[in-house]
């Protein structure tokens, strides 16, 4: 599988590089979250991330000035296992290389089902901040070099926790397995609960 990097025109439909934000203190800190050798972790909220100076800027530049939630996902990984979106926009920062297996949410089919074969991956380099766009499907980053990887993740408050309204089962609701997450998984993941949508391999980094 060929390997963009986030810099190539490749990543233009999927994101964009952020620039102007000091990185350094949020990338230092993140040394003190947990890394699972086999395995992935995903915190919505660490409150040792959001009370950085870089929260407020991320609030204001990033989000217009809504509440927000600084959180992180580690851990090793080399598979696509699934993909979600939400209704917003997402802000990673790669504490490590890393590599992003991407898609479009315009190329889910009427009945919920993606091919795998449509996704592309990309490289965001160590010390890099994205913004992944709404309509970009994504999921738990995979390992850019050994050691696995750390990411931070910002979303607006709320987002990727449990749901407390009732979700029908049917339609684009039937994806929903949490707060502002639509997800379709592959069969092969094992995720419970989730709709098993996507079609083809299950793409390996």
């Known amino acids: ?42 915190v919505p909220s660490d409150k040792n991330l959001e009370a950085l100076a870089i929260a407020e800027e991320f ?10 939630q600084i959180g992180y996902c580690n851990g090793n990984n080399h598979k696509l296992n699934a993909l979600e979106y939400h209704r917003c926009s997402e802000v990673n920062v790669a504490a490590t290389d890393m590599i992003l297996l991407l898609g479009r949410q ?12 449509k996704a592309e991956a990309f490289l965001v380099p160590a010390g890099t901040a994205i913004e992944v766009y709404a309509t970009s499907l994504h999921y738990a980053p995979c390992n850019g070099g050994e050691g696995g990887f750390r990411c931070v993740v910002v979303l607006p408050e709320g987002t990727n926790t449990d749901i407390d309204f009732n979700v029908a089962s049917e339609g684009e609701d039937k994806l929903m397995t949490a707060k502002n997450k639509w997800l379709i998984a592959h069969p092969e993941a094992g995720i419970e609960g989730a709709f098993q949508g996507l079609k083809g391999e299950n793409l390996t980094i």
């Open 106 to 117: 315009q190329d889910i089919a009427g009945d919920y089902t993606y091919d795998t074969s």
């Open 59 to 68: 609030r204001c530049r990033a989000y217009g000035g809504l509440p927000i």
């Open 1 to 42: 599988m060929i390997v963009h990097k986030v810099t190539d025109p490749e990543f233009i439909p999927y994101g964009k590089v952020l620039e102007g934000y000091d990185l350094q203190e949020i990338i230092k800190k993140m040394e003190d979250t947990p890394l699972p050798e086999d395995s992935t972790v995903y």
